[in-house]
């Protein structure tokens, strides 16, 4: 290379790495190594996102939380600088609170917070209970291997979620077909457009028989308050559609994702397979939350008003992401945070985000986690994988982390 | 009792449900899932799981005074 010594040395033109970045390949459940030089080099980092645009990346534990929990922050997609998620993110696609700020989103929000409030979530408890066991029964009656994602992972919460909102299983074919597009990052704008309409036009016939003739479910909830002319019909539709899809995708991954995890750390699921203490899978439930952080693209935000965090100067109209996987594995807050400990005390992980926009259903993945997590290997203790780790497709290309399936076998 | 006093601003509360996960003696939900205080003085052995509470409150909705 004689030419680089005659002149200057040639300068990277664009030191400003993408988000979001790659795994490294032997380590599908840690966080990407160039997250966590980011997190060493400093709080916050310019990142290029799939537009060229350039939010900052705010990497640590308690910078997250006070960004998030600040109301100079906005979580709509409207908003100037506000980070995009995909081409498609928000305009067509917008759906749901949890794009709108306070005041709207508080009163939304606040709508459909009942079945969430911890009594009630515990008296579910026994119905996931027999959702899990008798899902258990049919992998055990029949052959194995089995895919894990398909027979148990899905199922769970998306028998849960469809129970709660009063939507029929029986289509659950058709709307997980959607919701996947709905979720898939290469999805294109009209394919993200056309499921979501396909879908909000389901639940907008569901919510409209509903009006007519109420039930003991959420669905008719939605519907009283359209009734009561506190929201449009368009609005119930797009609150009904948020709470089928977070209540999909994401303890599903969880139930997957975990599964390998804990194969691939034999004491760690021996602790769960033999344990009779249901605080032990309180807290494994917690570290396998804040371990995995399946939320892998952030919770992004625009800034409307300058904030100082960390020495620097984020000023109105910048976008900033909050990767809540490097949060999680902040060692200001977890000692040896890369080691996967079920017994540690991982409950401030922000794995459910942080702030007014913090996971609503929270109690409910909790709770189907803890019976699962208890459940499943106790019950099916001689669970492995079907295949070796190098043979599963990991969700790289989701907005939420997890496998797209997972052979196993007992 | 002791001398530390809990505050709840309802206003804020978000029904993330995670004070009374933390601290079940001292917080509940009402209906809607919006905390409710069930102690305003705590007993001194349930400080260090309201100081938890306070920690997890996605809201900054609870504040503890300590004396």
New interface residues.
């Given amino acids: 290379m004689a030419d680089t010594l005659t002149g200057p040395l040639p300068q990277d033109p664009d030191p400003v790495p993408d988000f979001p970045m790659p795994r490294a390949a032997r380590c599908p459940f840690d966080p990407p190594p160039g997250l966590k030089e980011l997190q060493e080099r400093g709080p916050l980092a310019k990142v290029r996102l799939w537009d060229g645009s350039r939010p900052w990346l705010v990497t640590r534990h308690a910078d997250q939380r006070a960004l998030l929990g600040d109301h100079r922050v906005s979580a709509d997609t409207d908003s100037p600088g506000y980070p995009s998620k995909a081409a498609g993110d928000g305009g067509d696609t917008k759906f749901g609170f949890i794009m709108l700020d306070d005041p709207e989103h508080a009163r939304l929000r606040r709508m459909v917070t009942a079945p969430f409030a911890i009594r009630r979530v515990e008296a579910l408890r026994p119905v996931v209970q027999d959702i899990v066991d008798g899902l258990v029964d049919d992998m055990l009656a029949g052959p194995g291997p089995v895919d894990l994602v398909e027979a148990f992972a899905l199922p769970v919460p998306s028998l849960v979620i469809c129970e709660l909102l009063g939507v029929p299983y029986d289509d659950h074919a058709f709307f997980q077909d959607n919701t996947r597009t709905m979720v898939h990052r290469d999805a294109t704008p009209e394919q993200r457009g056309r499921a979501t309409r396909e879908i909000a036009e389901y639940l907008g016939g569901l919510i409209g028989r509903r009006l007519a003739d109420p039930r003991d479910d959420l669905l008719s909830g939605i519907a009283g308050r359209v009734r009561a002319g506190e929201i449009d019909h368009r609005t119930a539709t797009e609150t009904a559609l948020l709470l089928l899809l977070a209540g999909h995708e994401t303890t599903a991954n969880m139930i997957a994702l975990g599964t390998l995890a804990l194969f691939h750390h034999p004491d760690q699921l021996a602790l769960l397979r033999d344990t009779e203490d249901p605080a032990l899978v309180v807290s494994a439930v917690e570290e396998l939350l804040r371990y995995l952080s399946i939320t892998h693209l952030g919770r992004r935000r625009a800034v409307t008003a300058d904030i100082e965090i960390g020495g620097r100067l984020i000023k109105a109209g910048e976008g900033v992401i909050m990767a809540n996987e490097i949060a999680n594995r902040d060692p200001e807050v977890f000692p040896d945070p890369d080691r996967l400990d079920l017994t540690r005390d991982a409950r401030r992980h922000v794995a459910f985000g942080f702030g007014v926009h913090q996971c609503l259903g929270q109690p409910l993945a909790r709770m189907e986690l803890q019976v699962v997590y208890a459940t499943l290997y106790r019950r099916i203790p001689t669970l492995r994988p079907a295949v070796p780790l190098d043979e599963i497709r990991f969700k790289e290309d989701a907005f939420i982390y997890g496998v797209h399936s997972l052979p196993v076998t007992w | 009792m002791s001398g530390a006093e809990v505050e709840l601003e309802t206003d804020?509360c978000?029904?993330?449900?995670?004070c009374?996960?933390?601290a079940g003696q001292v917080f509940d939900?009402d209906?809607?899932?919006?905390a409710v205080l069930l102690a305003e003085r705590p007993a001194p052995e349930h400080l260090d799981d309201v100081r938890?509470a306070v920690?997890?409150c996605?809201?900054?909705a609870i504040r503890l005074l300590e004396r």
């Fill in positions: 804020r978000v029904a993330s449900g995670q009374v996960v933390a939900q209906d809607d899932g919006i938890e920690a997890v996605p809201a900054a």
